[in-house]
């Protein structure tokens, strides 16, 4: 087979280096400092206007106080908690800010086991992650928090006796821990549309498998949005319905962008 032949048909991605199991743990332990070090300027910046930036994250929380007539207030245990609920917000902050590179460093330890043509994606690739990444944090933000929160405390009051009464004191820990893991789990389950898209784009799957699949990932849905949301029907439904509408939308996706299978020839004339 001659050097050009070869080179018509290869047998894995162009320009492809064989890499140990070690050499792609240091890949990725490059890959993962890089991506630490780009939330370093995030942070600061978030750091910055941290008061603000805390006061916007409690808006929702805030708002079902009044709604319900609790009074407004966040309490603390330690003396440190404030200093570390700020690093939580800017934490939080500066992974939305840096999310770009962070996406951008994911795709350049992918991308050396990928062909040129699947190269092209890289800039798609982020930008896609990006916008689905925020997207989802500003969903859970605006439509689950202000549900959740409103349910959880609306199981407060008092009890039928009348004599006794559950009143909310909201830590400022745990109501952080709380509201960031909702807030990451949300800008994760947006990030289907744009993993699904990918392997559909590599030809690792194509739609007619992932329409076949599409039942259990009802079930999958479903277990997801139990365990990651507030337990009420409401929010569950608010993270399984996008779920299942994201899932639907990636086949659609995986149809127009997936690599199309060359047609078999027909078997020869008996």
């Known amino acids: 087979m ?10 894995g991605p162009e320009d492809d280096v064989a890499m140990g199991f070690f050499d792609h743990i240091g890949e990725l332990r490059k890959r993962a400092i890089r991506a630490v070090i780009g939330l370093v300027p995030g942070i600061v910046i978030a750091w910055a206007y941290k008061e603000y930036l805390l006061d916007l994250f409690t808006r929702p929380l805030v708002d079902a106080f009044q709604r319900l007539g ?14 570390m609920a700020y690093m939580k917000i800017s934490l939080i902050s ?18 050396p086991g990928l062909y040129r043509r699947e190269r ?3 800039l798609p690739f982020v930008l896609a992650s990006t916008v689905c990444f925020a997207g989802g944090a500003v969903f859970g933000y605006l439509i689950i928090f202000p549900m959740g929160f409103e349910t959880l405390l609306g199981l407060a009051g008092p009890l039928p006796s009348g004599e006794m009464r559950l009143v909310p004191t909201i830590m400022i820990d745990d109501f ?32 007619k498998q992932l329409l076949r699949f599409g039942r259990w990932w009802v079930v999958i849905a479903a277990v997801l949005a139990a365990i990651l949301t507030p337990p009420d029907v409401g929010s569950m439904l608010m993270m399984l319905i996008p779920l299942i509408l994201l899932y639907y939308m990636s086949v659609g996706l995986a149809f127009f962008f997936g690599t199309k299978k060359p047609r078999e020839p027909d078997p020869p004339p008996a």
Not at 181 to 206: C, H, K, M, S
């Open 2 to 11: 001659t050097a050009e032949t070869h080179a018509e048909s290869p047998k």
């Open 176 to 207: 952080l821990t709380f509201a960031t893991r909702l807030l990451l789990a949300f800008g994760l389950v947006f990030e289907v549309p744009v993993v699904v898209t990918f392997l559909a784009a590599a030809g690792i799957v194509d739609w």
């Open 94 to 111: 500066g992974v939305l800010i840096a999310s770009p590179w962070i996406f951008w460093q994911i795709w350049q330890f992918i991308a």
């Open 70 to 83: 609790f009074a407004q207030t966040l309490h603390f245990k330690s003396l440190t908690d404030p200093f």
């Open 120 to 122: 092209r994606l890289a």
